[in-house]
């Protein structure tokens, strides 16, 4: 069973940055086929930032320009660096990673071709 775990949400006014960060079991890589995604009150789950399997990345059009998703590989974390936030941006923040990688996989922002999930953590811009 992969487990997921985010962490490095907060509280933070208009035009401030977070950083969020997802770790994962020994086994579970963290350097492909990965995302976030984020879930506001009364919203459906919306797919923000994902590495594909050859590292390329794609971003929603609302964060573009704004966050960042990148691989540390020497601790298998992924990050979410969030700049010039917005009170827009406030949700709940998940990693997912899919079941397979293959070569082939681009980067996706479809929640439905992700398997496992973390627990998420919170978002509060304030204005």
């Known amino acids: 069973q992969v487990q997921l775990v985010e962490s490095g949400g907060g509280s933070v006014q208009a035009g401030g940055s977070l950083k969020l960060s997802c770790t994962a079991d020994?086994?579970?890589?963290?350097?492909?086929?990965v995302a976030w995604f984020r879930q506001a009150p009364g919203k459906q789950r919306e797919g923000v930032a994902t590495?594909?399997?050859?590292?390329?990345?794609t971003y929603a059009d609302s964060v573009k320009g704004r966050f960042t998703i990148s691989h540390d590989n020497a601790k298998n974390t992924l990050s979410l660096q969030m700049d010039s936030l917005k009170p827009e941006d406030s949700a709940m923040y998940y990693c997912a990673r899919r079941a397979t990688c293959y070569y082939y996989f681009g980067p996706s922002l479809r929640e439905v071709d992700y398997a496992y999930w973390g627990q998420g953590t919170q978002v509060t811009v304030s204005s």
């Open positions: 590495i594909g399997s050859t590292g390329s990345t």
């Open positions: 020994g086994y579970t890589y963290l350097s492909a086929c």
